[in-house]
C-alpha cells in the first residue's frame, strides 16, 4: 500500500515494470560476468562448508558428513598453528614498516627534481623492476644471494667479507622477502604519490617563496599535508591485508633450511589441501585467514572513518 | 635550468639559497644512488648472461661483459620446454585478454548507468569477492567438479572477472560517457546495446587498453593457476618452465653429465641468467611505449567513482 502512494505521488517516476523492461539489455552486458562469478566465486563461497564436514572426494560437497569445529580445533591445537600466524604477522608487519613509506619518499624527492630530464629517468629506472615477474624475481636473488658465486658474495670478497649462505637462515628470510619487495615495487607504488603531489597548487609554492621558505621548508608543510589523505587510505588498505600475505614470493624462496621463518598460511594452506589432499583441514585454515582478513579490513576502516572521515567504504 | 625560467616567469630574481643548494646536493646525491640500486642487478644480469661462466663466478664481470660467448642462450634454442612455454603464455595471454574485456567492460558500462535497475545491488554483488572468497581448496574443488582441471579454458576463463578492472572502467564511464549523450541517442531511437558497441566503446579506447595490458601482463607473470590447476607439460605456461629452471634447478638437456661438477654449476648460471633475458625482455621492451597507459590505469583506480 505505501509502495504504492509513493509511486503516486511521484509523476515522473517510471513504473517498476518499465524501469526493469529498459533495463533489460543492460543486463544482457551484465550478463557474461554474473555467470562466471556466480560459477567460480560464489560457489566456492558455499563450497565453504565443507570446513565444517568430513569431506571426502568420493562423497562431494553435499554428501559428506558434518564434523563442526573439528578441523578448526585441529589446527589451533597442531604446532604448525602459531608458527604460521607469526610468521606471517611478521613479513606483514616488517612489509609495511618498510614498503609503506618508502613510495612516499620517493615521491617527495621526484617532485623536489626539477631536472626534467633526470627526474624522467628516476622514475622509469624506479618503475622498471615492477615488470619483472615474481619467478624470475626470486631466481634472481637466489642467484645473487648465492654464496659461492653471486655476485653480493664476489663484491663482499673484494672487501673481505665472507657471506653466509642467507637463503639457508631462517632469521634472514623476512629481511629478504621485504627488501627485494621494497626494490621490485616501491617506483610503482610511489605513481599514486606523485600524482596526488602533482595536483598541489603552483600558487601555494610561490607564495611560500614569496615568504622566504626554503625548499625544505616547503617539502614539510606543502607536501607532506598534501599527501596525508591518500597515504591514509592506503594505509587502510595495508593494515586491512596484514594478515594475507601473498603465495606466490614466499612459496618461491622457501626451502627445507628456511621453513620455520617462511611458513605462512597461504603456504601451510596449499601444502595441506592439494600436496596431501586433507581438504577439509585446510578449508578450515582458509576460512579462519579469510574471517581475520574480513574482520581487520572492517575494523580499520572504521577507525579511520571515525578519526579522519577518510574511508573505502 | 627549469628553475631560472620558473623565476624568470615570476619576474622575481631569487638567488638559491644555501639551505637550498645543500637540500639540492643531497637530493641528487641520494637519487643518483637509488638509479644505481634500480637499474644494476637488471644490468648484471644482461652482462652475465653472455660473459664467460667461469668469469661470471669468478666475480670478473662487474662492469663488463668479459669472454663474450652466446652458449647460454645457444642452448635454451635447443631446449624445447620453453618454447612450448612461451607458446602457451602467448596463447593464454591473447585469449585471456579477450575474455577480459568481454566480461569485465560491458558489466562495467551496466553498472555505470543511474537508470539500472537494482544496480546498487548489484554493485555489491560485484564487490563482495574483494573481501571475502570462498578459499584455495573450495574452489579447487568447484573447478574440478566442471572438469576443468588440467584444461587449457581453467586459465583463461573462471577467474577473468575482476573487480577492480569492473570498477576502472566503471569510474572511466561515469566520468567520461555525459548523461546527455544517451539521451540523445535515445531520442534518435538507439537502443542499450546499440549505444554501447557504436558509440560508448569506441570513445573508451584508453580504458580498454588499460585493461587488455594489465590482464595480458598478469598472464604473462602469473604461475599460480597454473601450478593449482594444470598438470601436463604441454599445457606450461612460460613461467612454470622458468620455476622449474631457475628455483628447482631442473637440469638442461645433457651437461650435467661429462663436465665437471663446477663447470655444470657455472653453465647452469649462465642459462639462467640468459633465460631471465629472454623471459623478461619482451615485457620491458613492450613498457616505454604503453607507460603511459598503465599511469592513466593506476589514476583511474584511485578516482572513487
Known amino acids: 500500500m505505501s509502495g504504492k502512494t509513493k509511486t503516486a505521488i511521484r509523476p515522473g517516476q517510471v513504473s517498476l515494470g518499465k524501469r526493469l523492461k529498459k533495463s533489460g539489455t543492460l543486463y544482457l552486458l551484465l550478463a557474461p560476468s554474473f555467470i562466471i562469478m556466480l560459477l567460480f566465486t560464489y560457489l566456492p563461497m558455499y563450497g565453504v562448508v565443507i570446513a565444517f564436514k568430513d569431506f571426502t572426494p568420493a562423497q562431494g560437497i553435499m554428501g559428506s558428513a558434518w564434523a563442526g569445529f573439528k578441523y578448526f580445533r585441529q589446527y589451533f591445537n597442531s604446532y604448525q598453528f602459531w608458527t604460521t600466524i607469526r610468521n606471517t604477522l611478521v613479513i606483514s608487519l ?12 620517493l615521491a617527495l624527492m621526484c617532485n623536489q627534481m626539477m631536472a626534467k630530464r633526470f627526474r624522467k629517468f628516476f622514475q622509469v629506472s624506479t618503475y622498471l623492476p615492477h615488470f619483472i615477474s615474481t619467478v624470475v624475481m626470486c631466481g634472481m636473488i637466489i642467484l645473487f644471494l648465492s654464496p659461492s658465486q653471486g655476485i653480493i658474495a664476489r663484491l663482499l670478497g673484494f672487501l673481505g667479507i665472507q657471506m653466509p649462505n642467507l637463503m639457508g637462515q631462517a632469521s634472514a628470510f623476512s629481511s629478504i622477502y621485504v627488501w627485494t619487495e621494497a626494490w621490485q615495487h616501491v617506483g610503482w607504488d610511489s605513481i599514486l604519490y606523485i600524482a596526488a603531489l602533482s595536483a598541489v597548487d603552483p600558487s601555494l609554492y610561490e607564495a611560500a617563496t614569496m615568504d622566504g621558505a626554503n625548499k625544505w621548508q616547503k617539502l614539510v608543510h606543502i607536501d607532506i599535508p598534501m599527501l596525508l589523505p591518500t597515504a591514509t587510505v592506503m594505509f587502510i588498505l595495508r593494515t586491512g591485508s596484514v594478515m594475507s600475505v601473498g603465495f606466490e614470493k614466499v612459496y618461491l624462496l622457501q626451502n627445507t633450511l628456511n621453513s620455520s621463518a617462511s611458513e605462512i598460511i597461504s603456504t601451510y594452506v596449499y601444502k595441506m589441501g592439494l600436496v596431501s589432499s586433507q581438504y577439509s583441514l585446510s578449508a578450515a585454515i582458509g576460512f579462519f585467514n579469510n574471517i581475520i582478513n574480513l574482520f581487520l579490513l572492517l575494523s580499520v576502516n572504521y577507525i579511520s572513518k571515525k578519526m579522519s572521515d577518510t574511508s573505502l567504504l | 635550468m627549469e628553475k631560472k625560467k620558473e623565476e624568470n616567469m615570476m619576474g622575481v630574481k631569487v638567488q638559491k639559497s644555501g639551505a637550498d643548494q645543500i637540500f639540492d646536493f643531497f637530493l641528487y646525491a641520494v637519487s643518483a644512488v637509488i638509479v644505481i640500486i634500480m637499474l644494476y642487478p637488471m644490468y648484471f644480469i644482461v652482462i652475465a648472461s653472455f660473459s664467460n661462466p667461469a668469469d661470471v663466478s669468478a666475480g670478473n664481470v662487474i662492469l663488463f661483459p668479459r669472454g663474450i660467448t652466446f652458449k647460454g642462450y645457444r642452448k635454451l634454442l635447443e631446449y624445447s620446454q620453453l618454447w612450448v612455454g612461451y607458446k602457451n603464455t602467448i596463447l593464454y595471454a591473447a585469449v585471456g585478454t579477450v575474455i577480459s574485456l568481454v566480461v569485465n567492460v560491458p558489466a562495467a558500462y551496466a553498472l555505470s548507468r543511474k537508470d539500472l535497475c537494482a544496480r546498487k545491488a548489484l554493485t555489491v554483488f560485484y564487490l563482495i569477492p574483494m573481501f571475502f572468497t570462498g578459499g584455495l581448496i573450495p574452489t579447487y574443488l568447484i573447478v574440478k ?11 583463461v576463463l573462471p577467474f ?38 557504436q558509440i560508448v566503446l569506441p570513445l573508451s579506447k584508453a580504458v580498454l587498453a588499460v585493461i587488455a595490458l594489465w590482464t595480458a601482463v598478469g598472464q604473462w607473470n602469473s604461475y599460480f593457476n597454473a601450478l593449482i590447476y594444470l598438470r601436463s607439460a604441454e599445457l606450461q605456461p612460460l613461467q612454470l618452465v622458468l620455476r622449474n629452471i631457475l628455483i628447482s634447478n631442473q637440469t638442461i638437456g645433457s651437461m650435467a653429465t661429462g663436465a665437471a661438477a663446477v663447470e655444470a654449476k657455472q653453465m647452469a648460471d649462465l642459462i639462467k641468467y640468459a633465460i631471465i633475458v629472454v623471459s623478461s625482455a619482451p615485457i620491458m621492451c613492450m613498457y616505454p611505449f604503453v607507460q603511459k597507459y598503465f599511469n592513466q590505469g593506476v589514476m583511474l583506480g584511485s578516482l572513487k567513482g
Open chain 2, 160 to 197: 577473468s572477472v575482476i573487480t577492480y578492472y569492473i570498477i576502472v572502467a566503471r569510474t572511466f564511464f561515469n566520468n567520461s560517457i555525459p548523461g546527455d549523450l544517451w539521451e540523445a541517442a535515445q531520442i534518435d531511437g538507439c537502443g542499450n546495446l546499440g549505444f554501447f558497441f
Open chain 1, 94 to 105: 616488517y612489509s609495511i614498516v618498510v614498503t609503506f613509506p618508502l613510495p612516499i619518499i
Open chain 2, 145 to 155: 567438479d566442471f572438469g576443468l582441471l588440467d584444461t587449457f579454458w581453467v586459465m
